[in-house]
């Protein structure tokens, strides 16, 4: 295969043109340095290589201005827009930063494509009023203002483009429209001569600097174009092309050179959906993994997502040996850039001297921070979790900081007074820090991160010493986005050898006999129709400014420009239809299927990872003679009444929490959990109850316990939610929630007395410990728990179990003694009840006519919700609501069973089938 570089360079060697003495301009710098490798080859003599040019680089020494990126030409559009603006009516930088910078893409493209600024605005402010208010005669102050800013835009135009022509500067367009009007006088001093190679959408300063130059005399264009795209009226790959050859002089009397007749060639393509981004990226791997060394050296992976640059080169097989990368890592995807970005967006809120704890834990678990901090700032993390410590002051941080890690969190966490030059020091300090803490030989990537944010904050810090408005950290955090969005660290490596790795842009005027392209998916090739622009569409049209038609073109002819002179395609698709760009494959392989030349050998199939079938068997534990031991430690220990209960829910559950003595991680409450609500109201309970012990519970006491109940409750919160605000957002609703439940509670009461009964405290908050003896095991056995309440009610004996959730009567029920250490939905909560008052049965023979049941502070009417024994199910039945001695001689066969299975050696931990609810 020879690519087009070489049969241009060939042609002019034919001709013995004086290769060391022409100028050649290309689309891209990759493509120049390709240009020179290839004349090396292809030259039989020594020769001083010729001059390569981009066309940025071209137009920027016609034009004789210096180009500059897009945030400072930001910067010097906001000198401007003050100098031709009352001082009442400037805005903020921040404010004029939100349109200014798609005012400078407008700019940049009225500049490129020539366009009297004048007339195209004046239409724009018409368009404007005319959109809005044209029916309403008066105009209020808002639409002033809103048409004045329209009618402005030349004043604003012209005021930029003069103090940057002062300045020697311009933005890309402005350094188009210079060279296209200096044009002229560029070709009078320079000789020549000029080749264009490889060009395809012109805007109108480039066509007006190549016709020029081409009238003259002083240059050749070599348009890489095919016949079969070029006799296609319709097609858009030849869109600018068949155009340019229409209107331009220059082609009335001269045809275009090398139309090439590769298209319709023999080519194998293939097109593949596979399933996710990182499904395309591993079938790279292993596509590749079949190639020989030389056709890796003939094959470039074509990237149309970007994205997928480290995904592919950690896709890479082992029989690749090289590769060249022609595109950059992102340096926003660097893990260090995304800690500084979270250090500027933390400081951008002025605060009150504390630290949210989500800001220090993202700060503290950062991979450098732990590797300069060792142990500490994991110690610090769980800290901060232990003590639920959701707001931290600043003092109080750093009371806990040894003093060498003193200026890592002076950096981070130290008060930065809203000064981009002291935020840029901390950041810069910061890197220095981490610089000196990394190995050179085994941390090179991350030092290369270190390096180019370095670089990348000095730059920010000329901005900041040269324009003023750069004037708080919000700013300065906009700056440093925009300046990260942009960044790439470049990969170093043999640019002509093994693999090629690349972007789209990067394939420009290249030729690779294997091409492997992904993501070629509706919304990423092409990209779609979003537009940053203030020019409405029909506009852009009436002045042939380039809309989503001519940019859908672009994206054309470089999809088929790779396909040009291939033979082996393999061309990847995302079929998952889940997130954005995704599923719906290009209407390129559409129009590749619809359009096939007669040698071309399509096929088109899909591809899906191999999923082995798991069988969904539930876990089984077999109990060896640690966990045997373990289980008699528990036993010694005492079995809570929420143990036995998680062993009916699922064994496997309490052989996690109970035996091996796995708890869930503590997380900080942010805003306050149920567990924790339920503690709240407990406690609150037990301080005002426990003054009433063996007494009669009085109204006074109770109406005095109700004025002081929003205190006390503040209190607990306070003592086991910590620093939380409660005044505010769901807190506040959570608080206000156990406000209610206390003086609800404390409210029916005081009602049940006020109507004659009487209510005595005889326990509250009981701690019980009890033996019960199991013959047929050769260890004793505990209970252990706590009774929420014990009392007389009208002289009759109460355990009660309180519950913040909802219980209802039916939950309290029994039925079958045998179902109750099976069923954990059904009998859970006569469980805990009955576990209790066996247990105080144990410590102290219980009266015969005693009650045990539950008040749900979320179903308060329906009262105390006693335990009965039903005789059958449904309606008819009889209720037994006494808790006898039969009653407990009954509850204790099947506590004993329930116990002995938990201990016995030969009933392995079986998980249980979670149930699918159905709603």
């Known amino acids: 295969m020879i690519s087009f570089i070489e049969q241009v360079l060939q042609e002019l060697l034919s001709r013995n043109a004086n290769i060391s003495e022409t100028t050649f301009i290309l689309p891209s710098k990759r493509a120049g340095a390709s240009l020179v490798n290839r004349l090396s080859r292809l030259s039989s003599k020594p020769m001083f290589a010729p001059r390569v040019l981009s066309i940025e680089d071209f137009s920027e020494e016609i034009a004789g201005l210096k180009s500059i990126d897009n945030i400072t030409a930001l910067f010097e559009f906001y000198s401007a827009y003050r100098a031709c603006t009352p001082k009442d009516q400037c805005e903020s930088f921040e404010t004029f930063s939100a349109w200014a910078q798609t005012l400078l893409y407008d700019f940049n493209e009225i500049d490129r494509y020539l366009i009297d600024y004048k007339t195209f605005f004046g239409y724009l402010g018409d368009i404007q009023e005319m959109n809005h208010w044209y029916l309403q005669e008066e105009k209020t102050p808002l639409m002033e203002n809103y048409l004045l800013f329209w009618n402005k835009l030349p004043d604003y135009y012209e005021a930029l483009q003069k103090q940057l022509e002062e300045k020697e500067l311009a933005y890309q367009g402005m350094v188009y429209r210079r060279a296209s009007e200096r044009i002229s006088e560029y070709a009078g001093r320079v000789a020549g001569p000029f080749v264009f190679i490889g060009f395809n959408a012109l805007n109108t300063a480039e066509q007006n600097i190549f016709q020029f130059l081409l009238e003259a005399g002083k240059a050749e264009v070599f348009w890489d174009i095919d016949e079969v795209f070029l006799q296609d009226e319709q097609h858009d790959v030849s869109l600018f092309l068949r155009n340019y ?31 996710k981004n990182i499904g395309q990226a591993k079938y790279v791997g292993e596509l590749l993994s079949k190639l020989s060394p030389e056709e890796l050296k003939e094959t470039a992976v074509v990237l149309g997502d ?33 800690l500084l970005e979270h250090l500027l967006k933390i400081h951008t809120v002025q605060g009150d001297g504390t630290h949210y704890y989500k800001d220090l834990m993202l700060v503290l678990s950062h991979p450098l921070v732990q590797q300069v901090t060792g142990g500490f700032s994991r110690r610090l993390l769980e800290n901060i979790r232990k003590e639920n410590l959701v707001y931290i002051k600043e003092e109080d941080l750093f009371k806990a900081v040894p003093t060498e890690f003193k200026p890592l969190f002076t950096a981070c966490f130290g008060d930065w007074k809203n000064d981009p030059k002291i935020a840029l020091q901390n950041l810069q300090g910061l890197i220095m820090i981490f610089k000196d803490r990394m190995d050179s030989d085994r941390d090179k990537i991350t030092l290369e991160f270190l390096y180019q944010l370095h670089l990348l904050l000095n730059q920010i810090n000329n901005l900041v010493s040269e324009y003023p408005y750069i004037d708080s950290i919000k700013i300065l955090f906009s700056v440093y986005k925009d300046f990260l969005s942009s960044k790439t660290v470049d990969f170093r490596g043999k640019p002509f050898s093994g693999l090629q790795l690349m972007g789209m842009l990067e394939s420009r005027v290249l030729d690779f006999k294997n091409v492997i392209l992904t993501s070629v998916n509706e919304g990423v090739l092409p990209a779609g129709k979003s537009s ?31 396909l040009q002179r291939a033979k082996q395609v393999h061309l990847l698709y995302n079929t998952e239809s889940d997130g954005l760009n995704a599923g719906e494959k290009s209407r390129f392989l559409l129009q590749l299927e619809m359009e096939a030349q007669k040698d071309h050998n399509i096929q088109n199939f899909n591809i899906s990872p191999v999923v082995p079938p798991v069988s969904a068997q539930l876990k089984t534990v077999h109990k060896s003679a640690e966990v045997i031991a373990k289980l008699k430690a528990r036993a010694a220990e005492g079995f809570s009444p929420s143990a036995l209960t998680t062993y009916i829910r699922n064994p496997l559950d309490f052989y996690k929490q109970y035996v091996l003595g796995i708890r869930e991680r503590e997380e900080v409450e942010e805003t306050v959990a ?34 002081n109940s929003n205190a006390e409750i503040e209190r607990q919160f306070r003592e086991h939610y910590t620093k939380a605000p409660l005044n505010n957002g769901q807190n506040l609703l959570i608080f206000e929630v156990a406000r209610r439940y206390v003086r609800n509670f404390l409210r029916s009461e005081i009602v049940h007395i ?25 260890f004793p056995v505990f209970l ?7 009392d007389e009610f009208n002289g009759k004996m109460r355990i009660i179990d309180y519950k913040t959730g909802k219980v209802e009567q039916n939950k309290v029920e029994v039925v079958d ?18 576990t209790y008052a066996l247990m105080m049965n144990e410590d102290s023979p219980l009266p015969q006519d005693l009650e045990a049941g539950i008040i749900s502070f979320k179903n308060l009417k329906a009262g105390f919700l006693q335990f009965c024994k039903k005789d059958k199910k449904g309606y008819g039945a009889k209720k037994d609501i006494n808790i006898t001695s039969d009653t407990l001689a009954e509850f204790k066969i099947q506590l004993k069973n329930l116990i002995l299975e938990i201990c016995d050696p030969e009933v392995p931990f079986v998980e249980k089938e979670i149930k699918q609810h159905s709603w």
């Open 784 to 790: 252990k728990g706590t009774v929420d309440r014990v």
């Open 306 to 338: 970007e994205s997928l640059l480290l995904p592919v080169l950690n896709s890479l097989p082992p029989n690749v040996e090289e590769v060249n990368i022609t595109m950059g890592f992102a340096l926003q995807n660097a893990p260090v850039a995304f």
């Open 674 to 707: 149920y567990n924790t609500l339920g503690t709240v109201v407990h406690d609150t309970l037990e301080v005002f109850y426990r003054n009433m012990l063996e007494e009669q519970v009085t109204v006074e006491k109770l109406e005095e316990a109700l004025d």
């Open 817 to 834: 003694w045998e179902e109750i250490s099976l069923d954990y939905d059904k009998y859970s909560k006569p469980f805990q009840i009955l």
């Open 245 to 275: 050859l229409k209107s331009w002089p220059y082609f009335k009397n001269h045809k275009p050179q090398f139309i090439s007749r590769s298209y319709s060639e023999p080519k194998d393509i293939k097109m593949i959906g596979v399933p």
């Open 754 to 778: 006020k109507e004659g009964n009487t209510i005595k405290i005889l326990k509250i908050e009981d701690r019980l410990k009890v033996q019960i003896p199991i013959e047929e095991l050769d």
């Open 532 to 562: 940053n622009s203030f020019i409405p569409f029909d506009l852009k049209c009436a002045y042939k400014l380039p809309t989503y038609k001519e940019k859908d073109a672009v994206y054309t002819y470089h999809f088929y420009h790779l």
